[in-house]
């Protein structure tokens, strides 16, 4: 059974930087997709960033330029992705949540809060 954990949420002031991490376990799958969306209350889970076969990244248009996924070959070999996020803004305040997606499945963390305050 796979099963996903996010870690590293906080509240930060604004202009700020955090990093998020995410470990994937109970599997060995390794052409997979892992990232992250993000959801405020009363919204929908928007997407954020993602990183294709440890390889390739996406970024939403919210984030480009201040989020990244490293790539981390050893670490993404692990089922393991972080997120590092710079100069943060009050409207990147959420939940935070890390997903895999293994073949047509896909599998969630439990999300992590992100505050940032001004």
């Known amino acids: 059974q796979v099963q996903v954990v996010e870690s590293g949420g906080g509240l930060v002031q604004l202009g700020g930087s955090l990093k998020l991490s995410c470990a994937a376990s109970?599997?060995?799958?390794?052409?997979?997709?892992m990232g992250w969306y993000r959801q405020t209350p009363g919204n929908q889970r928007e997407f954020v960033a993602a990183?294709?076969?440890?390889?390739?990244?996406?970024?939403?248009d919210a984030v480009k330029g201040r989020f990244s996924i490293p790539r981390d070959n050893a670490r993404n070999a692990q089922n393991t992705i972080f997120l590092e996020m710079n100069s943060l803004k009050p409207e990147d305040t959420a939940v935070y949540y890390c997903?895999?997606?293994?073949?047509?499945?896909?599998?969630w963390g439990q999300g992590t809060q992100v505050t940032v305050s001004w």
């Open positions: 109970g599997t060995r799958f390794r052409n997979k997709v």
């Open positions: 997903y895999i997606d293994i073949g047509a499945s896909r599998t």
């Open positions: 990183i294709i076969g440890g390889v390739r990244t996406e970024y939403s």
